[in-house]
């Protein structure tokens, strides 16, 4: 498999649909990763069972706010900064890329940077959707450290942050983000290939293809065919009729309510709002929560809607996609459960086998 003209712009939309409602706008993105494949060439994407065990394994992405993302045009630059660090640090070179996480904007920077360097990208993912800190990780649940953190911004400016564990490396790597104006470049859980295998979320390259291929081609019935295709759940098409934002603890928090339409009248389903759209509520119901994904779709286009670019009076589809499976296992649920965003409610999950999931064993000796 690779990333190309031909299947990079279906890959980005189904990062943006994975992303439930966070991980930055990836427009931008897309763009300057299919300026780099067309410059380049195509981007190898490489199966995890096939990585050299000792393969140096480079998780890279966006750190920070993705607000300040959108205004930024990233040079191309950091990836190789990011590179040579991190070579550096663990005295051999970066071998394949990863996106820590595989939504909005950072599934398409890796892409960018891979492409510059010459370097597969691996078919893995940290975090099977988007979440806002950096210890929300498959690879902090398998017991990889997330430092040293690499940061750059692109311009020979790198910070190396090494923490004593995984949430002082989010809290350190966001401060010096912030002297970054804002947002950056970073390299986190830096591993081998035998540790990338077991621990990282694996096929999250490929889902991305396969549902934005899918949606891509659609001229309608969007909220069912994403069902059907993920295995999900539709829960209400109807119009925005109320939202509110306000900020908290570093995050854009909120609520927007849809009201039903067709079927679905006289219902009202209310979207609570943390960077994603972390839970789904119909007259006291949980009908959804995080870590499973609830992604929202633009009727009049089936494009999905991130959090900031809700508004009132849109016509949007509502549906939840099942989690992977470290995410809805006991200890998943410790690091990324509504009770971790603050919630008091218990996970609602897609079956009764949700949380007999076990997550494998990683060996963190790197």
Known sequence: MQLD??????????????????GGDPAIGLVMARHAIAGHGPVPVTDP????????VMPCGLIGS????????WNGAEGAQLARSVAGLHGAPVDVLMCYEIAGVNGLLPVLWAARLGTPLLDADGMGRAFPEMQQQAMHVAGVAASPVVLTDGRDNV???????NQAAERLARSCAASFGGTCAGAIYIMRGRVAATAAISGSVSRAVQVGTMMHGRTGAWSAALAAETGGRVLIEGRITEIERYGGAGFARG???????RGSRRRRLRLELQNEVLAALEDGEVLATVPDIIA?????????????????GQRVGVVALPAPAVWRSEQGLQVVGPRSFGYDLDYAGFGDGDRNDRPEAADVDR
């Not at 993705?66 to 045009?73: G, L």
């Not at 609520?255 to 339409?261: C, F, Q, R, Y």
């Not at 929202?296 to 670019?309: D, F, I, W």
């Open 5 to 22: 003209a031909d299947n990079i712009e279906a890959y980005a939309l189904g990062c943006a649909i994975l992303s439930a409602g966070g």
């Open 49 to 56: 069972a096939d990585l050299d065990p000792q393969a140096v």
């Open 66 to 73: 993705p607000t300040v993302a959108q205004e930024r045009i």
């Open 159 to 165: 910070i190396v942050v090494e923490a004593a564990d």
């Open 255 to 261: 609520h927007a309510v849809v009201d039903g339409s």
């Open 296 to 312: 929202v779709l633009g009727l009049v286009n089936g494009r999905p809607v991130g959090t900031e670019r809700l508004q009132y």
